[in-house]
Antibody, heavy 120, light 106 residues
Framework: QVQLKESGPGLVQPSQTLSLTCTVS????????VHWVRQPPGKGLEWVGA???????DYNSALKSRLSISRDTSKSQVFLKMNSLQTEDTAIYFC??????????????WGPGTMVTVSS | DTVLTQSPALAVSPGERVTISCRAS??????MHWYQQKPGQQPKLLIY???NLESGVPARFSGSGSGTDFTLTIDPVEADDTATYFC?????????FGAGTKLELK
């Protein structure tokens, strides 16, 4: 069955770089795109960026200058790197698969999320 | 960016009918989806394409709307429905989410 799971450091110091990995199973990264969504504690969901099935990427314009998403299809892994971290980047980071039914694209499977705290 | 505005927190009694609204700042056609998120969990897809029930989701959940105005209806509400409900649009770039509506049971 389809599964996604995020992994990462948990704690990052301000101004440092965050590196997260999303390991997927049950589908191919060349068939479905994978997105990153984050959620600050007690707040709503924010779309971070995506890597499409063809390998191209899109980023939230507010984060674009600090963000990079890539993948290793042979390992079924998607990577997020964000530099110059600030306390406002403290959040749960989810990776999610985009599915298609009829003409609609939507997030049909989600990882459990990984909490990232930016603090010295 | 398309801004999605959701109704504030709601409190209802079990067995009642509840509607949760989501208004888009520009048309998203029927490219609107609804998710349920319980504390400490990831979001779960309920409705896609404004009105299509995701497989495995109880028929108590339904969605409607097009253009800029959308609703999620739960009828009847059960105790397990206590959660935050988010709308999300995928019609316009970038994808955006509503701020969420927290549903509490009386």
């Amino acid at each position: 069955q389809v599964q996604l799971k995020e992994s990462g450091p948990g704690l990052v110091q301000p101004s440092q770089t965050l590196s997260l990995t999303c390991t997927v199973s049950g589908f191919s990264l060349t068939s479905n795109s994978v997105h990153w969504v984050r959620q600050p504690p007690g707040k709503g969901l924010e779309w971070v960026g995506a890597i499409w099935s063809g390998g191209s990427t899109d980023y939230n314009s507010a984060l674009k200058s600090r963000l990079s998403i890539s993948r290793d299809t042979s390992k079924s892994q998607v990577f997020l790197k964000m530099n110059s971290l600030q306390t406002e980047d403290t959040a749960i980071y989810f990776c999610t698969r985009e599915g298609l039914r009829r003409v609609y694209w939507y997030f049909d499977f989600w990882g459990p999320g990984t909490m990232v705290t930016v603090s010295s | 960016d398309t801004v999605l505005t959701q109704s504030p927190a709601l409190a209802v009694s079990p067995g009642e009918r509840v509607t949760i609204s989501c208004r888009a700042s520009e048309s998203v056609s029927t490219g609107m989806h609804w998710y349920q998120q319980k504390p400490g969990q990831q979001p779960k897809l309920l409705i896609y394409g404004a009105s299509n029930l995701e497989s495995g989701v109880p028929a108590r959940f339904s969605g409607s709307g097009s253009g800029t105005d959308f609703t999620l209806t739960i009828d009847p509400v059960e105790a397990d429905d206590t959660a935050t409900y988010f709308c999300q649009q995928s019609w316009n770039d970038p994808y955006t989410f509503g701020a969420g509506t927290k549903l509490e049971l009386k």
